[in-house]
Structure formats: C-alpha cells, structure tokens
T-cell receptor, first 112, second 113 residues
Framework: NAGVMQNPRHLVRRRGQEARLRCSPM?????VYWYRQLPEEGLKFMVY????????ESGMPKERFSAEFPKEGPSILRIQQVVRGDSAAYFC??????????FGPGTRLTVL | GEDVEQSLFLSVREGDSSVINCTYT??????LYWYKQEPGAGLQLLTY?????DMKQDQRLTVLLNKKDKHLSLRIADTQTGDSAIYFC?????????????FGIGTKLQVIP
C-alpha cells in the first residue's frame, strides 16, 4: 500500500506564474489536508477536503490560492500569480476518516 | 502568538536521554502528538496521547502530559544519531469531527556522536 504521494517534489516558478501541486492520498482515504511550512516555521493548516467538497478552508489565503479534490484523480493545490512569499514546503496528508493523518513527502516550491 | 510553543534547538550526546518540551494554550485539546521530520522528508507520527492520560510509553519514547500546566514532553531514552531531526508537537481541538492539527514551530534535535 503506497503512502501519500505528492508531485512534483520540487517546483521552481518565476513571479507571476502558476503553481500546481498534486497529492494522491493513500488507497481508501477520502480525506485530504493541505499544510504549508514556511522556512523556519511549523506547519500551518490550509484546507481540508473530502471528495468533491471543501470542508474547511479557514487557513487558505483569500486570494490566488485554491484547492480541489475531484471525484477521480489527485487533489490539486493551485497558486496563481505566485510571489516570493509563497516559497515554502507544501504538505498533503490523508486519512480514511476522522483519525490519524498520514503525511506525504511534501512539495518544495521556490519562487524566483 | 503561536497556539503551540516549543524551544528551537536541543543538543545531546549519543546515549544520553533527550527531553523535548512543548506548551499549548487550549485546554480543550483532544489529542496531542509528536511528529518527527528528517531533512527533506515529510512528517512521521511518532506517538500521541489522549488528553485524559498523564503518560504514555512506547519503547524508547515516553510522553508526559501535565494538563494543569498545559505542558507536554517527549523523552527519548538512549538517544541515537538517527534520532537527529526536527520534532513537532501538535494538538487537535474539538469539535469539527475531524483532525485539524495545529503544529508547533519544531525543535531541532542534534545528537553528537
């Protein structure tokens, strides 16, 4: 049973470009969470999704950021018009229900 | 300010015990966790404790919870070089019905051979 997969592992974008981060949850998991880890900081909750639904997006910046978890395929975290301050590690976690979250290896986004 | 606070750095000699401390602010925490993050990797759940427990032991790991003082600690016995990593304290809060996890800033543990 493969763990949580995230790709790409490293992503470099220039200011103003779009970044798309993908997360494939563990088999059988229908709950997905996205976290952001800024340099020298802990992880901050961004958004919690179930299939086709956003349950809690209280940690998402109001502009430029969006997330989806379609019926088929991975969850996507999309950042439009990236700025240098978006440089961070973005972690996805999944769970089968309301219990332990299993984390992916993260995507490290660098904005030039 | 942060809801979960930790010291930033701890250095110990191989074979000694390590104690990593954490304080949290919300007395309604349900679960408290310790995660380990090795360089370039994701987070690995080490252990957790339910808020109505005082202590939990799991091989070399001992978790102590002082709910009155909102203080959590992780003791690693016989610390090895492979234990060098960043350790995150985390909590989950009711209600919500899901595990929205709040993390501390992380304590970097350096083990000196």
């Amino acid at each position: 049973n493969a763990g949580v997969m995230q790709n790409p592992r490293h992503l470099v974008r220039r200011r103003g470009q779009e970044a798309r981060l993908r997360c494939s949850p563990m088999k059988g998991h229908s709950h997905v969470y996205w976290y952001r880890q800024l340099p020298e900081e802990g992880l901050k909750f961004m958004v919690y999704l179930q299939k086709e639904n956003i349950i809690d997006e209280s940690g998402m910046p109001k502009e430029r950021f969006s997330a989806e978890f379609p019926k088929e395929g991975p969850s996507i975290l999309r950042i439009q018009q990236v700025v240098r301050g978006d440089s961070a590690a973005y972690f996805c976690a999944s769970s089968p229900g309301e219990n332990e979250q299993f984390f992916g290896p993260g995507t490290r986004l660098t904005v030039l | 300010g942060e809801d979960v606070e930790q010291s930033l750095f701890l250095s110990v000699r191989e074979g000694d015990s390590s104690v990593i401390n954490c304080t949290y602010t919300d007395s309604s925490s349900t679960y408290l966790y310790w995660y380990k993050q090795e360089p370039g990797a994701g987070l690995q759940l080490l252990t957790y404790i339910f808020s109505n427990m005082d202590m939990k032991q799991d091989q070399r790991l001992t978790v102590l919870l002082n709910k009155k003082d909102k203080h959590l600690s992780l003791r690693i016995a016989d610390t090895q070089t492979g234990d060098s990593a960043i350790y995150f304290c985390a909590e989950t809060l009711p209600p919500g019905g899901y595990q929205k996890v709040t993390f501390g800033i992380g304590t970097k543990l350096q083990v000196i051979p």
